[in-house]
């Protein structure tokens, strides 16, 4: 079926006339000033619209002109526009932004994609939503938004936002390229959202194919694996006995895993109802902690493996059961839950100590043959595994020490298997239940598959289920063969 796109067009400009303005087309409507949209456009990037917008306003009061930027230091633009994203970034790209306009083009904002990207940290993206909302000139800005809705209505079959750009650059008629970005922005933040779109209040709900889109309500069914190969999901259910009520046995039929680890149980085997205990087809093995109510793990598997281990060998992070070692033929799974650094990060030492035992089991382990650790690392790696890495630098999960673990972590070989597949922002396994955070995915990831470096090939998909409800976090999974 042909995607009607002239219809598309008219019935989102009817409905989001309700919606909130994004930042960049407001401050294009209020100032007319191609430097102040090419300098709120780069704040903008992985930035919440209001933070931008405030940035936006603090910077202007101090510099409404390429001179008047010049005039402020790094240092001093960092100050001005914390918490944008990527602030520091931001900031040295700010303060060399005056220069390189002054040196190649006398001092004006050019209006040229080409011309634009050559400026710092201008992509095609930026240069893109410049030229079109900033010089009213053809452009197409495809950001996340157009690039999955495109997709989501089978208008494109692309990869990539520059492959979207290219294939609209073909298709799209001329006459929307420049309204495009702001129509399927607004739309994608209000209805056709990333996470879980309100198909059932959609205007566009009769003629959207719904490619690869699981809305709102609906829980996940996967799709059968290849011959030879595991299915293997881990999910923190942030206690057992709530996600029962929850439906945490049907989603793990859906699932139809290999094998289904999971953390924090918050719960001894006896305090659990048999048919947890009892799947068919499924053997279970329990590792609770010794406090009732906390922590705790434990896998279901449809093979019985060849042995099973307890814990690390350490007392204390064994006391809270945060470690189960299943042996398999040619692989070992380790389904972990890795501590928290605790407000004021007052358990971080025991959190690094942990971290290292962990390595060096995966080390040791990984002589003998394939590793594959899951489980809640509680920890988000780079900035691009959260919502808001401004405001968090060293809360705990996203504290120094605890990034640095994971670079040493990858840096020694082993693969974060959702990273191998996925370097999309915005793909998040944790939500806090505050602020309505899921719904408009301010999110962390802090789940994990993590393999050897000599079983990297073994890993043949990598998802994240953040469809999936029942615990804060969702469950994540791979393909392994
Ligand atoms: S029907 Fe659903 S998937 Fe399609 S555009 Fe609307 S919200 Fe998005």
Redesign the pocket.
């Known amino acids: 079926m042909v995607f009607d796109i002239d219809t598309?067009v008219a019935l989102l400009e009817q409905e989001v006339r309700t919606y909130q303005v994004p930042v960049v087309d407001l401050i294009a409507a209020q100032t007319r000033d191609p430097f102040k949209v090419l300098v709120a456009t780069i704040l903008s990037a992985r930035t919440r619209d209001e933070v931008t917008a405030a940035a936006a306003r603090r910077l202007f009061a101090r510099a409404e002109t390429p001179d008047g930027l010049a005039a402020l230091d790094r240092k001093t633009l960092e100050k001005i526009i914390y918490p944008v994203g990527f602030f520091r970034n931001k900031a040295r790209y700010l303060a060399a932004l005056p220069g390189v306009l002054e040196r190649e083009f006398q001092g004006r904002v050019p209006d040229t994609v080409e011309a634009l990207t050559r400026l710092p940290g201008v992509g095609r993206k930026t240069a893109n939503l410049v030229v079109a909302v900033a010089f009213n000139k053809p452009a197409i800005c495809v950001d996340t938004h157009v690039h999955r809705?495109m997709n989501?209505?089978g208008y494109v079959h692309t990869r990539t936002p520059l492959q979207t750009e290219m294939a609209l650059r073909e298709k799209l008629p001329q006459r929307y390229w420049i309204r495009i970005n702001s129509l399927l922005v607004a739309?994608?933040q209000g209805?056709?959202?990333p996470q879980r779109?309100?198909?059932?209040?959609?205007?566009?709900?009769a003629?959207?194919?719904?490619?690869g889109?699981t809305?709102a309500g609906s829980a996940v069914r996967a799709a059968p694996v290849a011959d030879g190969r595991l299915r293997m999901v881990s999910w923190n259910v942030n206690g057992l006995r709530a996600a029962l009520k929850k439906g945490f046995l049907d989603t793990l039929h859906e699932f139809d895993a290999d094998i289904f680890a999971v953390q924090e149980i918050k719960a001894m085997p006896e305090q659990l109802p048999p048919e947890v205990k009892n799947i068919p087809g499924y053997h279970v093995y329990w590792n609770p902690a010794q406090k009732k109510g906390y922590a705790g793990t434990a896998v279901f598997c449809r093979n019985r493996p060849l042995a099973v281990v307890h814990g690390t060998g350490r007392e204390e992070p064994d006391s809270e059961g945060r470690v189960l070692v299943l042996e398999y033929d040619d692989f070992f799974l380790i389904n972990s839950y890795f501590p928290n650094a605790g407000p004021g990060l007052r358990r971080l030492e025991f959190k690094l100590s942990f971290n290292r035992a962990m390595l060096a089991l995966m080390d040791r382990l990984s002589e003998k043959k394939s590793v594959v650790l899951c489980g809640d690392l509680n920890v988000a790696h780079r900035e691009i595994d959260l919502a808001n890495p401004a405001d968090n630098v060293n809360n705990p999960g996203f504290s120094a020490p605890e990034r640095a673990w994971m670079d040493e972590l990858v840096g020694a070989g082993y693969v974060d298997t959702f990273r191998h597949f996925n370097q999309e922002p915005e793909h998040y396994t944790w939500w806090s239940y505050r602020f309505n955070a899921r719904a408009r995915n301010i999110g962390w990831r802090i789940d994990y598959f993590i393999v050897d470096p000599g079983s990297r090939d073994r890993v043949h998909a990598a998802a994240i289920h953040d469809e999936v409800p029942g615990s804060d976090h969702c469950p994540v999974s791979i393909e392994f063969g």
Do not use: K
């Open positions: 598309a809705i989501i209505w739309f994608g209805t056709c959202r779109p309100r198909c059932d209040r959609c205007v566009l709900a003629m959207c194919p719904r490619i889109v809305p």
